[in-house]
């Protein structure tokens, strides 16, 4: 199906490693992207690719993929990840699509 | 380094139509997709449609066929956004974004705009 399924929220403690997950048949192909979105902001995009991060993104960012499953891990969470994440692929037409979005709560 | 700036907030009569304006300054531009992503109040991103200038053509998403229209000027390194026969759903924040790669419009954003308010109210 023509769908990317995030969860809704997650939670991290300050420091911890936290992985946000997207669910997607066009996963099995292609490579998501990952964007963080704070309030009020445009999304920025964190990673692409197999793992690639854009100039200015921390290492702490890292991506990772098996079967149908995208992962957007980040170890040693700090206080400004906190934010909503977006994964995107693509749909059966091939045209972009965006998953749901996580968004992630540092404790 | 390219940056991506839009035409300010509007406000809309349900049924009219909006043009958003996206102008790219600091590098290359036809060459590479712009896309634009609405985004509704406390929502997710939704691709609505792209263009890549050099080609011309435009791909939308299925649900704003008919109803959407984006094309690009070239000579002003700016893509436009057309909404038309809008109703309150339609209320959203709208941004420009630019491809990864050259020559497609699939699937990763590395530069966005600022996003415009597009309020649909009577």
């Known amino acids: 199906s023509s769908e990317l399924t995030q969860d809704p929220a997650v939670s991290v403690a300050l420091g911890q490693t936290v992985r946000i997950t997207c669910q997607g048949d066009s996963l099995r192909s292609y490579y998501a992207s990952w964007y963080q979105q704070k309030p009020g902001q445009a999304p920025v995009l964190v990673i692409y690719g197999k793992n690639n991060r854009p100039s200015g993104i921390p290492d702490r960012f890292s991506g990772s993929s098996s079967g149908n499953t995208a992962s957007l891990t980040i170890t040693g969470a700090q206080a400004e990840d906190e934010a909503d994440y977006y994964c995107?692929?693509?749909?059966?037409?091939?045209?972009?699509?965006f998953g749901g979005g996580t968004k992630l709560t540092v404790l | 380094q390219v940056q991506l700036v839009q035409s300010g907030a509007e406000v809309k009569k349900p049924g009219s139509s909006v043009k958003v304006s996206c102008k790219a300054s600091?590098?290359?531009?036809?060459?590479?997709?712009i896309s634009w992503v609405r985004q509704a109040p406390g929502q997710g991103l939704e691709w609505m449609g792209g263009?890549?200038?050099?080609?011309?053509?435009?791909n939308y998403a299925q649900k704003f066929q008919g109803r959407v229209t984006i094309t690009a000027d070239e000579s002003t390194s700016t893509a436009y956004m057309e909404l038309s026969s809008l109703r309150s759903e339609d209320t959203a924040v709208y941004y420009c974004?630019?491809?990864?790669?050259?020559?497609?419009?699939?699937?990763?954003?590395?530069?966005w705009g600022q996003g415009t308010m597009v309020t649909v109210s009577s």
């Open positions: 974004a630019r491809g990864l790669q050259m020559a497609t419009i699939c699937c990763a954003f590395d530069i």
């Open positions: 263009i890549i200038p050099i080609f011309g053509t435009a």
């Open positions: 995107n692929s693509r749909d059966s037409s091939g045209n972009p699509l």
């Open positions: 600091g590098g290359t531009f036809s060459s590479y997709a």
